[in-house]
């Protein structure tokens, strides 16, 4: 129970912090995978195209029976595209892009919210320095794993249903270990989200305890 | 009072019938995702969009009778976002190749209420061709067993990169003896150009583009995987229960379009030229007599066991959801529209074009840019001719001949050719070539070598 509200009064304390980081975090991991690609295509877009998110969403939920598939049909429901059209062949073809997506925009925040918590909290904690490296390498262990499987780059555009592995072919990896690694995607953000909760507990639990310990009277007084 | 009253109603009640007539107008909105640079989509894609056969075979009789229909089409670049559009209801209707085509059912299944069906083919060829390896024109590799050890690229999920899968296989090549990358038709056809990769293994009509071109030669065609290359058309089930006359006018118009093309495939592939960006010359080594692809929208079992095999290569590289082929798969509305059109389905069904079969004997041609096709019957006759051609340096746009294998079509400029006395054979690949030299005691020739013989005896 102190736990929580240790946690509770952390968050309450910085959840201005947190919010600014999220979005932060958010939106330069766009100009992360915008760089990436213009780095690894050596080119510039050349063509950007808007989508009405909101008017889709609305549609989705207004044309799906059941509720349980209108949430991975949203998932999928992009904002903005961002790319490279080669027009030597017919009348264009996308070559790569990036494609801003709402949802992954929200994990994103999220992550970018907990990882601000997690460094707040390896801060304030009065562990040596080598524990507190590892507890800072932990936060970017999680926040790789999350955002690397958040990633909206698209490369492929044939045929292949775009996947984040795409973004991980796209930037060097061999297309079997890309395809092996696509069914553990779900896997991986979990895994990465869990890890981060679990350090954000640790952390908690920490100062939780450290805030109950008597503080010890001198002894010469 | 009353009487003046019910006189009232009575206007009104007049006076409103229109109104509420319009009122029931319903609105019919059809959205189509097609594929403007994938060939054997045309039919069901922008052959249909650009002359409005939809629009001529919609229903407007019966519960038709007072609809307004808002008819929409989306052009991709591959099939995966048109089945993420139709998982949204954006689009109704979405035309693709046998591998995205089975994703698609799959993914629908995998929901809890949406569905798709598979209702119409738009075109196949029986052996797979449309798919091929290119390596670059100046490359020293001509058959698939000297990429062991190779860079080979291919859209992965494509239906070019399951055939190249399987002609790995088929020729003992293990996926650990060469480099598969991950590249777009555009990306792979830049490269082949630029000579930066081994090989690409491509779908229609992008090896054809590539060796029209002059960058990229063609190794390896699909037609020796053996599995059939076709596309189709599927449609949201909710959209087909509501309106299956608007899925029978759709088939209508893919039938058409089928038959327009055949009518004149040179004026079909002049206009799809503008229509699409894709050369003329390219589109007519698929849209022509005896060329690549077959128009005929009916399914029939072969293709069906085409796209069970598919599923199965999707599922072990893929782990793709399962799909039930009996519930995605009708022939109901094909039936419906042959019957309205008054055409023999079940005909049309029994019939199955096979290159090697129905190509022999087929006349070799030549595309003159001011005289547009000429036909020729015998190879001295065609190559005299281009002799004659070329002493006027008029133009020529290209030129078709058949390969003796597989009755494949090909570029003149492309095949191999191979002079037996005073016989010409044109083959697609170098081995074979040279075992019909040895097996003739003829020599390997270069087209231009052929008809500068022709030039001589003028």
């Known amino acids: 129970m102190t736990l929580f509200a240790t946690l509770w009064a952390d968050v309450r304390g910085t959840w201005k912090q947190m919010v600014l980081h999220g979005l932060i975090f ?11 690609l213009i780095v690894r295509f050596q080119t510039l877009p050349n063509y950007v195209t ?11 939920i207004k044309s799906t029976p059941s509720w349980s598939d209108i949430p991975p049909i949203i998932w999928e429901e992009w904002l903005l595209e961002i790319g490279k059209m080669n027009y030597d062949y017919g009348t264009g073809i996308s070559e790569w892009s990036l494609n801003v997506v709402p949802s992954r925009l929200f994990v994103l925040f999220i992550l970018g919210a907990m990882v601000s918590l997690c460094l707040t ?34 490369w492929v555009v044939c045929c292949a249903t775009p996947s984040w592995v795409v973004g991980l072919a796209m930037l060097g990896l061999g297309v079997s270990t890309s395809l092996a690694l696509e069914t553990m995607g779900p896997i991986l953000t979990f ?9 954000i507990l640790y952390l908690a639990w920490r100062k939780s305890r450290t805030d109950l310990e008597p503080i010890p009277e001198p002894s010469h007084a | 009072m009353t009487t003046n009253y019910t006189l009232k109603s009575v206007l009104l009640g007049a006076a409103l019938v229109p109104m509420a007539s319009m009122a029931s107008a319903e609105k019919i909105t059809i959205a189509v995702g097609h594929q403007s640079m994938c060939t054997d989509t045309y039919t069901a894609g922008i052959v ?10 919609l229903p407007t009789d019966g519960k038709y009778a007072d609809a307004e229909y808002d008819v929409s089409w989306a052009d991709y670049s591959s099939g995966g976002p048109i089945t993420n559009q139709m998982l949204a209801n954006k ?15 799959a993914k629908f299944q995998e929901t809890e209420s949406l569905r798709t069906l598979y209702v119409a083919g738009t075109g196949y060829n029986l052996k797979g061709s449309g798919n091929a390896i290119v390596v670059p024109v100046d490359s020293d590799i001509y058959s698939i067993d000297q990429l062991e050890g190779k860079a080979v690229s291919t859209p992965v999920g494509s239906a070019a990169w399951g055939m190249l899968l399987k002609a790995m296989q088929d020729n003992e090549i293990p996926t650990g003896d060469y480099v598969l990358k991950n590249q777009s ?19 229609c009509p992008w090896s054809e583009i590539m060796e029209f071109r002059g960058t990229g030669r063609k190794i390896y065609d699909g037609s020796e995987t053996g599995v059939p290359y076709l596309h189709g058309v599927v449609v949201r089930e909710d959209f087909a229960v509501e309106y299956p006359e608007v899925v029978e006018a759709f088939i209508k118009a893919v039938w058409e379009a089928g038959e327009w093309i055949r009518e004149d495939p040179m004026q079909a592939v002049t206009l799809m030229e503008g229509w699409t960006g894709v050369e003329k010359e390219v589109l007519y080594l698929y849209f022509s007599e005896g060329g690549h692809l077959t128009l005929e929208p009916s399914i029939k079992q072969e293709w069906v066991d085409a796209l069970k095999f598919n599923h199965g290569v999707l599922v072990k590289e893929k782990a793709i959801p399962p799909l039930d082929f009996d519930a995605w798969i009708t022939e109901d509305y094909l039936k419906a529209a042959y019957a309205d059109l008054g055409v023999d389905y079940e005909a049309d069904k029994a019939v199955m074009v096979d290159p090697a079969v129905a190509n022999k004997g087929l006349p070799m041609e030549i595309w003159h840019s001011r005289d547009g096709v000429s036909s020729f019957g015998t190879m001295p006759e065609f190559l005299k001719a281009m002799a004659e051609i070329r002493a006027t340096a008029a133009l020529v746009n290209a030129t078709y001949v058949y390969d003796v294998e597989t009755g494949l079509k090909l570029f003149g400029k492309t095949a191999f050719w191979v002079k037996s006395g005073e016989e010409y054979a044109t083959f697609l690949r170098k081995g074979e070539a040279e075992t019909y030299a040895s097996e003739t005691g003829g020599t390997l020739v270069s087209f231009d070598e052929a008809i500068a013989d022709f030039i001589a005896e003028g």
Not at chain 1, 50 to 57: E, K, L, P
Not at chain 1, 131 to 139: P, V
Not at chain 1, 191 to 199: D, E, I, N, S
Not at chain 2, 91 to 105: E, R, T
């Open chain 1, 121 to 154: 909290l390896t801060k304030r904690d009065a562990c040596s320095a080598g524990t507190s490296n590892k507890l800072r390498a932990t936060t970017g262990l999680g926040a790789v794993l999350v955002a690397m499987t958040n990633a909206t780059m698209s």
């Open chain 1, 50 to 60: 808007g989508y009405d998110w909101i008017g889709n969403v609305i549609w989705i």
């Open chain 1, 191 to 199: 895994g990465g989200f869990g890890l981060l909760v679990a350090l």
């Open chain 1, 26 to 36: 958010a939106l330069l991991f766009q100009v992360f995978m915008m760089i990436a």
């Open chain 2, 185 to 203: 038709p555009a990306v792979g056809a830049a490269n082949i150009a630029a000579g930066k990769i081994d090989a690409h293994s491509d779908f």
């Open chain 2, 48 to 57: 249909v969009k650009e002359l409005g056969l939809l629009e001529k075979y």
């Open chain 2, 91 to 105: 689009l109704n209707f979405g035309v693709m190749g046998d591998y995205p085509l089975i994703v698609n059912g």
